[in-house]
T-cell receptor
Framework: AQRVTQPEKLLSVFKGAPVELKCNYSYSGSPELFWYVQYSRQRLQLLLRHISRESIKGFTADLNKGETSFHLKKPFAQEEDSAMYYCALPYPDSGGGADGLTFGKGTHLIIQP | NAGVTQTPKFRVLKTGQSMTLLCAQDMNHEYMYWYRQDPGMGLRLIHYSVGEGTTAKGEVPDGYNVSRLKKQNFLLGLESAAPSQTSVYFC??????????????FGPGTRLTVL
């Protein structure tokens, strides 16, 4: 069965320091992975997807199939990056195409001034 | 354009009581989902719907029923609430198409406590 593991419940770094939020997965087949973010008092929203290989708000994530990882990185943290971050993976396609998502437990990122 | 809205925002129930959570979206999305999030856990899929009049079970469907009588609404029912159903419930929707698989639009959540 598919599974997403985020080993860190809480990650605290100083402003300007590099950030790496860890995500490991188990999935049979070719995985699609995403990062969602929830800022304080806001809704859960998509941050980035691995297939687009783009940088959003300075964050990047590379899919490493050998290590089954999809870590989220940013070279210089900013205070506005403080939020809950969730790594997500689709459920296996039921055939109807309406895949829900499996989420990790989330990592609370705190950027200290 | 309100996006995805959920009613109510908070609710406290006694064991055995029933209730219905309403999710509404104004984006004409085909697919809708109900998730629950327990403390310290990720979101888990309860039920989903691929269109008006259709529903399907997700990962944790027991104790819940759903209905999608109108395209814009997705209802989640608890017939006999149990303390184990204390959770935050999130509704989400997305457009039709595999290319939108990851782009789910979430509601603000409903915090349910069952005593």
């Amino acid at each position: 069965a598919q599974r997403v593991t985020q080993p860190e419940k809480l990650l605290s770094v100083f402003k300007g320091a590099p950030v790496e939020l860890k995500c490991n997965y188990s999935y049979s087949g070719s995985p699609e992975l995403f990062w969602y973010v929830q800022y304080s008092r806001q809704r859960l929203q998509l941050l980035l997807r691995h297939i687009s290989r783009e940088s959003i708000k300075g964050f990047t994530a590379d899919l490493n199939k050998g290590e089954t990882s999809f870590h989220l990185k940013k070279p210089f943290a900013q205070e506005e990056d403080s939020a809950m971050y969730y790594c997500a993976l689709p459920y296996p396609d039921s055939g109807g195409g309406a895949d829900g998502l499996t989420f990790g437990k989330g990592t609370h990122l705190i950027i200290q001034p | 354009n309100a996006g995805v809205t959920q009613t109510p925002k908070f609710r406290v129930l006694k064991t055995g009581q029933s209730m219905t959570l309403l999710c509404a979206q104004d984006m004409n999305h085909e697919y809708m989902y109900w998730y629950r999030q327990d403390p310290g856990m990720g979101l888990r899929l309860i039920h989903y719907s691929v269109g008006e009049g259709t529903t399907a079970k997700g990962e944790v469907p027991d104790g819940y029923n759903v209905s999608r009588l109108k395209k814009q609404n997705f209802l989640l029912g608890l017939e006999s609430a149990a303390p184990s159903q204390t959770s935050v419930y999130f509704c989400a929707s997305r457009p039709y198409g595999r290319e939108y698989k990851d782009t789910q639009y979430f509601g603000p959540g409903t915090r349910l406590t069952v005593l």
